[in-house]
């Protein structure tokens, strides 16, 4: 894959939605020895979109929040603060905090400082302006239905999953997930977390991974 993917759509104006990031990524940044320009590279931003999300004055979508664990080799959660003790087995659903990022409602559902993370997802209808949203990075993404449609796309393939159905695949795939019904879709979602120069995430625009896709 090519490293000159553009930019994916901003994720927001300036808001106190996720006021924790900006100084999180900024630091994650700096302890994983990356400039601000590597690091922008890695996930398809320019430096100067990347420097905006440091700085608060853009609020990150769930895409790139992803895109951002993956690439300091940590987790949405310890993003967003939300850590919890190291190794710990158990996530209580009192911990499981809504939070809110473009559009989509995700609860972590694993602890931290593993190799996969889990959440619970719930996409609205329309994909809250990310159901254009391609992504291609490294390693496996499994996700299980436990209400309504999902409208899943592999490649050039379009799947669709009913409450109960799965799927587990190689995430080099270009993949997007969009809800096919009325009242959005609710899922489990887990995918491993590689860090990697390689890692990449190909979000909207006229990018080669939306070739033949509806």
């Not at 630091?27 to 690091?39: H, I, N, V, Y």
């Amino acid at each position: 894959m090519s490293q000159s993917t553009p930019a994916p759509p901003d994720g927001g104006g300036p808001g106190e939605d996720l006021p924790a990031v900006a100084p999180r990524l900024r630091d994650l940044r700096r302890r994983s020895g990356l400039t601000l320009e590597a690091a922008a590279g890695r996930v398809g931003l320019s430096p100067a979109h990347l420097s905006r999300l440091e700085t608060g004055r853009r609020t990150p979508s769930l895409p790139m929040l992803l895109a951002l664990a993956r690439t300091y080799g940590t987790t949405v959660s310890d993003l967003l603060g939300e850590a919890i003790p190291e190794r710990d087995p158990i996530v209580r659903s009192d911990r499981m905090e809504p939070q809110e990022a473009g559009g989509w409602t995700y609860w972590r559902a694993g602890g931290s400082g593993r190799a996969m993370q889990a959440l619970r997802l719930h996409v609205p209808p329309g994909g809250g302006g990310q159901a254009e949203l391609v992504r291609v990075h490294p390693g496996e993404e499994w996700l299980y239905v436990t209400s309504g449609r999902l409208r899943l796309t592999l490649g050039e393939s379009t799947h669709l999953l009913d409450a109960g159905d799965a799927a587990h695949f190689d995430s080099l795939t270009p993949h997007r997930i969009a809800a096919a019904s009325p009242g959005g879709v609710d899922l489990l979602f887990m995918h491993t977390l590689m860090q990697s120069a390689a890692t990449e995430l190909c979000l909207g625009g006229a990018t080669p991974t939306r070739r033949g896709m509806p």
